[in-house]
């Protein structure tokens, strides 16, 4: 999976400074668009976004959960909810309702452990959105072209194929994938992309976008019962069972959320 440096420090500073260029704050906001049509008709309780991108509170505006939390492992301006490892989330196990990582798996090497961390905290049908930078397309040609405006630390994309594979041996069907941004990654490049142009690309040459989004769903657990044995008869047993005991990692506070 490429470099197994897991010190790797991504510069968040740089990366904000990026989005703010032409070519940056066009795709942010063609980002934001598709994840508040993606939010649409997600509910629940508790959304979590993993890692920065754009300003706070990031895509969690168009969440429509009771709760939001950002977590990230480092602070930036006003910072998150919370600082911690994405690998090792300080969260209760099936407490999540739908969670979103934007770019998180381009700037992170353990991209496997953030997944299993996800799938972890996330609960039965819980939601999750990626997105991701595609390693083909219009962008995968940035080598052959000098002064390519690339996010800085951008250095593991994960293919939306390979995602896919990935979460299916999680258990996590596949509800959605978009493939979007069809523009040049020049730095001194301005305009808006049209919609009319994304639209085009999308339905006339979708292997040559920059970056996809992809939604998928946590399986929903089904119990199955224990049907007793009828042609046993019934003991009398003394006494009662105690009642097992469970112990539980870090809640979601409702009144003081992360």
């Given at each position: 999976?490429?470099?197994?440096?897991?010190?790797?420090?991504?510069?968040?500073?740089?990366?904000?400074?990026?989005?703010?260029?032409?070519?940056g704050d066009?795709?942010?906001?063609r980002?934001?668009?598709?994840?508040e049509?993606a939010?649409?008709?997600?509910?629940?309780?508790?959304?979590?976004q993993?890692?920065h991108?754009?300003d706070?509170?990031?895509?969690l505006?168009?969440a429509?959960?009771?709760?939001?939390?950002?977590?990230?492992?480092?602070p930036l301006?006003?910072?998150?909810g919370?600082?911690?490892?994405?690998?090792?989330?300080?969260?209760?196990?099936?407490s999540v309702?739908?969670?979103?990582l934007?770019?998180?798996?381009?700037?992170?090497?353990?991209?496997?452990?953030?997944l299993?961390e996800?799938?972890?905290?996330?609960?039965?049908?819980?939601?999750?959105i990626v997105?991701?930078?595609?390693?083909?397309?219009l962008?995968?040609?940035r080598?052959?072209?000098?002064?390519a405006?690339m996010?800085?630390?951008?250095?593991?994309?994960?293919?939306?194929?390979?995602l896919?594979?990935?979460?299916q041996l999680?258990?996590?069907?596949?509800h959605?994938?978009?493939?979007?941004?069809?523009?040049?990654?020049?730095?001194?490049?301005?305009g808006k992309?049209?919609?009319?142009?994304?639209l085009?690309?999308?339905r006339?040459?979708?292997?040559?976008?920059?970056?996809?989004?992809?939604?998928?769903?946590?399986?929903?657990?089904?119990?199955?019962?224990?049907?007793?044995?009828?042609?046993?008869?019934?003991?009398?047993?003394?006494?009662?069972?105690?009642?097992?005991?469970?112990v539980?990692?870090?809640?979601?506070?409702?009144?003081?959320?992360?």
């Amino acid at each position: 999976m490429g470099n197994s440096n897991h010190n790797q420090v991504v510069d968040l500073a740089a990366v904000s400074e990026w989005l703010r260029t032409p070519l940056g704050d066009s795709l942010l906001k063609r980002e934001s668009r598709a994840v508040e049509e993606a939010f649409d008709g997600i509910f629940g309780e508790q959304c979590l976004q993993l890692g920065h991108w754009g300003d706070s509170p990031g895509f969690l505006r168009f969440a429509r959960t009771q709760r939001c939390a950002l977590i990230a492992e480092q602070p930036l301006g006003d910072g998150p909810g919370a600082i911690g490892q994405l690998h090792r989330l300080p969260i209760e196990s099936d407490s999540v309702d739908s969670v979103i990582l934007p770019h998180t798996l381009d700037f992170s090497d353990r991209q496997h452990a953030i997944l299993r961390e996800v799938h972890r905290v996330m609960r039965s049908g819980g939601h999750l959105i990626v997105l991701g930078f595609r390693p083909g397309g219009l962008w995968g040609l940035r080598r052959l072209i000098p002064g390519a405006g690339m996010p800085p630390g951008y250095l593991h994309p994960v293919s939306d194929r390979r995602l896919r594979d990935w979460l299916q041996l999680l258990d996590m069907p596949i509800h959605g994938m978009t493939r979007y941004f069809f523009r040049w990654p020049l730095p001194g490049l301005k305009g808006k992309t049209s919609p009319q142009w994304e639209l085009r690309g999308q339905r006339w040459w979708p292997e040559l976008s920059a970056c996809y989004m992809l939604t998928a769903q946590k399986r929903i657990s089904t119990l199955t019962p224990v049907r007793p044995v009828w042609s046993r008869k019934p003991k009398v047993v003394a006494g009662l069972a105690e009642p097992s005991t469970r112990v539980s990692r870090i809640r979601f506070d409702q009144k003081n959320p992360l």
